[in-house]
């Protein structure tokens, strides 16, 4: 079993910056990939990067590329995501979820999923 816990949200005006992190209970975390996702009002949610369970792979949509960045400490138990150059449509609900199977944009694979932490970036 793990559970996962999303934090660092909140409001930021375009340009900015907002680093989350995702922080995990059980002792197994460490064999599992970690995807971020998001989902804005009345949007589907969406993936956004994930990074493989020992942290050597991450992946990320075009979207993103070169403004997030994923990162991971096993001995803490801990994912991070760092999103620079946000943009107003970057306001969503923002998720953490752990795949024993794979590091990829598929929910559905994805066994444990967090609580969710709002991000803003006004305009």
């Known amino acids: 079993q793990v559970q996962l816990v999303e934090s660092g949200g909140g409001l930021v005006q375009a340009g900015g910056s907002l680093r989350l992190s995702c922080a995990a209970s059980?002792?197994?975390?460490?064999?599992?990939?970690v995807g971020w996702f998001r989902q804005a009002p009345g949007k589907e949610r969406e993936f956004l990067g994930a990074i493989s369970w020992r942290g050597e792979s991450t992946y990320y949509v075009d979207s993103v590329k070169g403004r997030f960045t994923i990162s991971r400490d096993n001995a803490e138990n801990t994912v991070h995501l760092q999103m620079n150059s946000l943009k107003p449509e970057s306001t969503a609900v923002y998720y953490c979820?752990?795949?024993?199977?794979?590091?990829?944009?598929?929910?559905?694979?994805?066994?444990?999923w967090g609580q969710g932490t709002q991000v803003t970036v006004s305009s």
């Open positions: 059980g002792r197994t975390f460490s064999s599992y990939a």
């Open positions: 979820a752990a795949s024993k199977c794979c590091a990829d944009e598929a929910a559905a694979d994805y066994d444990y």
